[in-house]
């Protein structure tokens, strides 16, 4: 289907699109929830040590906000170049920082963080080689990286695909929605399976520890149960959820 006609001009290039403030920057609360559970079992209570949390493309902040309980002690830092998503973030997180993850990388030092979470960011990414290589240089040896990503290979794209739509997530404009399911173009430029986000983070540097799946807020409310159930594969998940170490 064609998305409506509308009075805003086009995007002139990626930075454009996305300070326009009717672009989609936040994750779905199921998967955040989730992602932060991950991260929290594996940083321990921070009674013992407190650690410090980067959330690199924090968007308006929410799933830092959300993560915030389970990391209470913990030190989270939202971190985005758009600063539209900046002023949002600062009204739901206490830091949040402007940093890119290309160009002159983040205001940080190498080795200074000891988590990053990094919630729905690598498939807008032009460059993702870059932006794990910067990550990596942040992270402490053996920090966390939690990574979460739609799925190409989700269960309905499967069938979508068997019958010529253009998978969900997926997206060939700036500018409109085009042979897919859908109502928003958010941005996505890259898109990974299971198996091929594992090999691409392992050859960027870390450890692959644990991969789960999480379910998708926009999937159809009679189908969502089919989604959550799909979790329990994440090849067929929605989205990826992937909880990796700095080697």
């Known amino acids: 289907m064609t998305a409506p006609t509308t009075t805003e001009p086009p995007p002139r290039d990626l930075r454009d ?8 920057v936040a994750s779905g609360t199921p998967r955040s929830l989730r992602q932060a559970r ?3 079992r594996a940083l321990g209570p921070a009674a013992h040590t407190p650690r410090t949390v980067l959330d690199i493309g924090c968007g308006d902040g929410t799933a ?6 389970l990391l209470t002690g ?8 758009s600063q539209d998503a900046l002023r949002r973030a600062r009204t739901r997180i206490p830091y949040a920082v402007r940093g890119e993850l290309t160009g002159g990388g983040l205001p940080f030092a190498a080795g200074s963080a000891d988590a990053v979470l990094f919630s729905e960011v690598i498939e807008h990414l032009v460059d993702p080689d870059a932006a794990l290589d910067e990550i990596r240089r942040i992270l402490r040896p053996g920090g966390h990286l939690m990574l979460s990503t739609p799925n190409l290979a989700a269960w309905y794209n499967r069938g979508l695909l068997l019958a010529g739509v253009q998978p969900v997530f997926s ?12 109502k928003e173009v958010v941005g996505h430029l890259r898109l990974y399976t299971a198996r091929a986000l594992r090999e691409f983070v392992a050859a960027s540097g870390f450890t692959v520890e ?6 998708f807020h926009g999937v159809p409310r009679p189908l969502r149960p089919l989604d959550r159930l799909a979790c329990a594969r994440p090849q067929l998940a929605s989205i990826l959820l992937l909880h990796a170490r700095r080697t």
């Open 17 to 24: 699109f996305y300070e326009n403030p009717a672009v989609p």
């Open 38 to 40: 991950m991260l929290a």
């Open 64 to 69: 830092a906000a959300t993560a915030a309980p």
């Open 74 to 81: 913990h030190r989270v830092i939202g971190v985005d170049w």
């Open 171 to 182: 997206e060939v404009s700036l500018r409109g929605i085009h042979g897919r399911p859908g």
């Open 210 to 215: 644990r991969l789960e799946g999480a379910p």
